[in-house]
Each structure stands twice: as structure tokens, then as C-alpha cells.
């Protein structure tokens, strides 16, 4: 973004704005698709995720890139919305509803195979989900991957490493990854 985009995004300019709306979201989609697993709750935290862009606009410094930025947002909401859902339904029943879902979908094939590959990158903790949606997923390098998540190329690889451990041991069946 150029000095003059920044100060007119900041401005709250409408064009530009829409401009960035109509660039940006197919990948926020994807990402928000990532870490929903549900189209429509895609579709909701996406547009969450300008609204909240468009009315923090003025805190965007410019120095990232406004994907990162815009991932950020989509990621505090993704997160605040989980919690929010945890307190009104409790933990065990959203649980519980979740098991019997992945129980009743007994047809072997890719549905089922990626149906537990989602399962398991959803179970990581957050950082671990995030590079490896960004590195595996997507196809970054370390270095876009550090940048995005303001963390250093050293954490990423190890990030990466124990995440995919972890998925290995998830998919595998075996319970007693660290």
C-alpha cells in the first residue's frame, strides 16, 4: 500500500475501500473457510472482519502488509466468537454434537479423509493452526509465514514441526503427541 492508499484508507475513502474489499476477500474468504470449516461461517466472519477493518481503519499502520492485518482481525473474531459460543453452550455439548456428527458420516473416502484432516488441524492450538494453514495450506515460505504472524523464521520451522508431529500422531490414532 502506498503512502497515498494508507492516508486515504485511513480517510475512510469508499472507493478504495471497495477496491481492496473486492482484491482482497477471495483470500480472506479461504482463510476465514480455513479456520471455520463452515462456508457460511465463512462468509459471516469475513464480512465481521472488514466491518471491523473499515472501523479500526485509522489503527492500520502500514508497516505489514493489510492481509496480515485483515488475517488478524479475522483471527480475534474467529476467537472471540468461539469463546462466546463455549460460555452459552458449554464445552461438553459442543463436544458431544461434534462426535456424533463425525460418527453418522460412516462412508469411507476423501469426505471422510478430509473431514479428519480438518478435524486435526482444528485441534492444534492456534500459532500451531495458523502456520500450518499458511505453510501447508496455502503454500507460503517461512519468511511470508513470519511476517504474517509478526513471529521469526525460527518459530515458524519449529512451529511447523510440531504441529505436523502432532497431526501425524492425531491421524495416525496414536493420542500421545507432544
Known amino acids: 500500500m502506498t503512502p497515498d492508499e494508507l492516508t486515504r484508507f485511513r480517510a ?19 482463510y476465514a473457510l480455513r ?13 465481521a472482519t472488514w466491518v471491523r477493518a473499515f472501523e479500526r481503519r485509522s489503527s492500520f499502520s502500514g508497516s505489514g502488509s493489510l492481509f496480515g492485518w485483515l488475517m ?15 460460555r452459552e453452550s458449554g464445552v461438553a455439548a459442543a463436544m458431544a454434537a461434534e462426535d456424533a456428527t463425525c460418527q453418522q ?9 478430509d473431514t479428519r484432516i480438518a478435524e486435526a488441524v482444528g485441534g492444534l ?14 503454500g507460503r515460505s517461512t519468511r511470508d509465514t513470519a511476517v504474517l504472524l509478526g513471529i521469526a523464521e525460527g518459530t515458524v520451522k519449529a512451529t511447523l514441526h510440531s504441529a505436523l508431529g502432532k497431526l501425524r500422531s492425531a491421524l495416525s490414532g496414536d493420542q500421545h503427541a507432544d
Open 72 to 86: 488478524a482481525i479475522a483471527h480475534s473474531l474467529f476467537h472471540d466468537g468461539l469463546r462466546a459460543q463455549r
Open 35 to 47: 479456520l471455520t470449516r463452515r462456508t457460511e461461517d465463512a462468509r459471516e466472519l469475513t464480512q
Open 125 to 138: 492450538p492456534p500459532q500451531q493452526r495458523q502456520v500450518v494453514i499458511l505453510r501447508v495450506l496455502e
Open 12 to 30: 475512510g475513502d469508499a472507493d478504495l475501500f471497495r477496491q481492496l474489499v473486492e482484491c482482497e476477500t477471495p483470500r480472506l474468504l479461504g
Open 105 to 113: 458420516d460412516s462412508s469411507p473416502g476423501p469426505s471422510t479423509a
